[in-house]
C-alpha cells in the first residue's frame, strides 16, 4: 500500500504538507523554511513572523536566543514558499541494496534513494516486514541533492523499525518524522533557515558534540517514551532553536549563531 501526500496547502505565509486532513489534531505537522537574511532597521520583528506563522516557545534557551538576536538585529528570518515541487518518492522507489542478519536476529536492511538538482519531495510511508520477517530495520539513505526539498518521515512502530539518513544537500530543505514511535532521523546536513518537525513527544534537545574535523555540531532529541533518538548534524557557527507549531509538534530551526 503506497499512501502519497494527500493534501499540500498554503497556511498563512508558511508552508503546510502533511498525510492528513489539516483539520485534524493528530499531530499533522505544519513546516516552515526560513531565508535567513540580514537584519535592516526595515526588517519585521523575528517574534511577529515565527507569531504569524503559529509557532510559541517554550523552551527558555530558545526564547533567550531570540531575544538576544532580535535586541540585537543580528539576522531576519523570511519564510519562504512551498517549493516548486517536481517530483515525488517513496519507499518504493528505494533501491535494494543488502541486507544482514544482526546478532539479536533482526534483519537489517539497506537501500537508498537519489535525488536530482530539481526541488523534490521523499516520503517514506508505513513499512511492513521484508520478506515475511517483520522483525527488520530499514535503513534508508536519502541523497536529497539540489533544490529545495521535502522529507518526511510517516512510518510508525518498532516491528519493523526505519531509520531515515537523509543528506540534504544544496538548497533549503525541510525534515519531518511525524509519527511518535517511527522514522527516526538522522540529517548529515542542516544548514541555517531549514527545519526539522518531530512529534510533540520527542522535546528534548541536547548539544552532544562538536566534531573536531570540520565544527559541525551533532545535536540528539530524545524523548521520554522511547529508547531511539533522532540525530542533527548542524553547520559550524549555528545553532538550534525550539519552537512548537499549533499542534504542539517540535520545530527545531536552525540558525547562525548568536
Ligand atoms: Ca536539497
Not at 519507499?91 to 523534490?120: M, N, Q, Y
Not at 522529507?151 to 519531518?176: M, Y
Request: proline share 3%.
Amino acid at each position: 500500500m503506497t499512501q502519497v501526500i494527500n493534501w499540500i496547502g498554503d497556511y498563512g505565509d508558511g508552508v503546510c504538507i502533511g498525510g492528513g486532513d489539516p483539520k485534524d489534531t493528530n499531530h499533522t505537522p505544519l513546516r516552515t523554511m526560513f531565508k535567513i537574511t540580514k537584519a535592516t532597521n526595515k526588517s519585521p520583528n523575528i517574534f511577529e513572523t515565527l507569531k504569524d506563522l503559529g509557532l510559541t516557545f517554550q523552551d527558555k534557551n530558545s526564547l533567550d536566543y531570540l531575544n538576544q538576536v532580535s535586541q540585537q538585529g543580528l539576522f531576519d528570518l523570511e519564510p519562504l514558499q512551498a517549493p516548486k515541487i517536481q517530483r515525488f518518492y517513496t519507499e518504493a522507489d528505494a533501491k535494494f541494496e543488502g541486507c544482514e542478519v544482526a546478532w539479536d536476529g533482526e534483519i537489517d536492511v539497506r537501500e537508498s534513494i537519489e535525488g536530482t538538482g530539481l526541488s523534490e519531495t521523499f516520503v517514506i510511508n508505513q513499512r511492513r516486514g521484508f520478506r515475511g520477517h517483520v522483525r527488520a530495520n530499514y535503513i534508508t539513505r536519502i541523497d536529497a541533492a539540489g533544490g529545495n526539498d521535502v522529507i518526511i518521515g510517516n512510518h510508525s512502530g518498532l516491528t519493523p523499525r526505519n531509520a531515515v539518513i537523509v543528506h540534504g544537500g544544496e538548497g533549503i530543505d525541510q525534515f519531518a518524522s511525524t509519527q511518535r514511535t517511527g522514522s527516526m532521523f538522522q540529517i548529515m546536513d542542516m544548514e541555517a533557515g531549514e527545519t526539522f518537525t518531530t512529534h510533540a513527544d520527542y522535546d528534548e534537545l541536547e548539544l552532544f558534540r562538536e566534531l573536531p574535523h570540520n565544527g559541525q555540531r551533532l545535536y540528539h532529541i530524545s524523548s521520554s517514551e522511547s529508547p531511539y533518538r533522532h540525530v542533527m548534524y548542524i553547520d559550524a557557527d549555528s545553532t538550534i532553536f525550539q519552537a512548537l507549531d499549533s499542534d504542539g509538534n517540535n520545530v527545531y530551526i536552525c540558525v547562525p549563531e548568536a
